[in-house]
Structure formats: C-alpha cells, structure tokens
C-alpha cells in the first residue's frame, strides 16, 4: 500500500482559511464556546498524543501564556503540562475509561507501529478557527501513514466506548492546542496578537513514543492525565 504523503501547501492554505474566520470571531466574539464535557460527548475521550518536552515545551508554554495574558473572558488556556500534539483520538469522553479498552487500543497502536519510522511535525505560526486557538503543524509522512494504520485498524471494531474521537478519518494537521473558548466576549487584544505571529517559526518534533492519555478538562484547564506510554 502506498504511504500517504503530506501536502503542506494545501495545510497552510487549509489552516489560512480557519483563521480568516478565526480572526473574526475572536474579534467580535462570536467563537464556539465549548462547554466542560460530561460522559459520553464524542470530544476530549481516550486519545494518543505526543507530550511535549523541554525546551521546545517552553517556547509553546510562553505563547499560550501570552495568549492567556491578552484574554479578557474567561477560557481553558493550556499550561504547559498539558501541551500535546494529538496522533489520534480513540473514543469520547468517559468518567471511567475500563482497563479493557485500554488495552484494545494499546494493542492496535503496537501493531499500527511496527515498521514505523519517527513520527515529525514541523511547527509554523499561531493561528485558530472559531472552536479556539493553536499552533500550526505540517506532518511528516511517517505521522500519516501512523494515523492512516490506526484508523484502518479501528474498522472492523468501530469505538468501544462512546461514539467521538476520530472515527473514520485520520487528522491531516499536526496543531498544538492552546486555548479552548469558554465564555462568549469579544477577545480582539487576543485575535491581534494571533494575527501578528502566524509566520514565527517554533522548530520541530521527532519521535517514537506517544502517550495514551485522557482528559480530565474543567474551565479552566484540560488536566490530560497519563495512562502509559509505548515506544517503537
């Protein structure tokens, strides 16, 4: 099977457009807030990620804490513990995740691996879409080819818990989250801000180890808890 390679002009021009809306509603306050979730919604369940580390961790913590600086509402603003690319989200979100499930998906991850070069993803500008802000990421093609695996390997089982996650697609987009809207006010020192720094250029991630993870988000932050983590 030919491996999925990245388009990194139709990313940028993809993630351009988000923000051309983005801008906008962070300006005037029209963005999507996003309520804590409760059990069974299909956002912030059971997913693979990539943890950030120091120093590259520092450099995004300083953004999101800038952002978080400019915002007068309210949001979940990522602090750096919590910083993370996100390879595939599995399931929704659940109060409990049973032991079972997590053991179907580590073992669809092992097989998904095999083979597998690093995983990389190169980081450009800040920039969002009316459900919140990130940092803009252009994947590599071994990142693709991961989330492609993994997604054929969810085919013949579909979600074991609540229906979310990412389903039948693979993310084509390699972002670093940043701000969650919670409250609906205008934010336009924050739209400014984003606007002014989606050329700057964060460097780089390469690796080939993910975390299992899942999110324990209130208000205020997203509290990503660490179940284990698998190297290739």
């Known amino acids: 099977m030919t491996v999925v390679q990245p388009d990194h002009e139709a990313l940028r021009a993809h993630y351009e457009r988000e923000w051309s809306e983005g801008e906008t509603a962070f300006a005037d306050g029209t963005f999507l807030p996003d309520p804590v979730p409760c059990d069974g919604v299909p956002r912030f ?23 978080a600086k400019q915002c007068r509402g309210s949001h979940l603003n990522y602090v750096q513990r919590d910083l993370h690319m996100t390879v595939r989200s599995v399931e929704g979100y659940q109060d409990t995740v049973p032991q079972h499930q997590i053991d179907h998906y580590r073992g669809q991850f092992k097989q998904a691996a095999e083979d597998l070069g690093p995983i990389q993803a190169r980081f450009q500008g800040l920039g969002g879409s009316r459900g919140g802000l990130y940092i803009r990421g252009f994947p590599n093609a071994a990142l693709l080819e991961l989330r ?13 818990g609540p229906a979310g996650g990412d389903g039948d697609r693979y993310r084509d987009n390699a972002h670093i989250s940043l701000l969650v809207p919670r409250e609906p006010v205008p934010e336009p020192d924050v739209a400014a801000y984003v606007a002014a720094r989606t050329n700057l250029d964060f460097g780089s ?3 080939t180890e993910v975390s299992l993870v899942r999110w324990r988000p209130d208000l205020h932050a997203a509290n990503i808890e660490e179940i284990e983590r698998i190297s290739w």
């Open 45 to 67: 369940g059971l997913s693979f990620v990539v943890r950030l580390e120091s120093p590259f961790a520092d450099l995004i913590a300083a953004e999101s804490d800038a952002i």
């Open 148 to 160: 492609r695996r993994l997604r054929d390997a969810r085919m013949p089982f579909g979600n074991l």
């Open 205 to 207: 991630v390469t690796c």
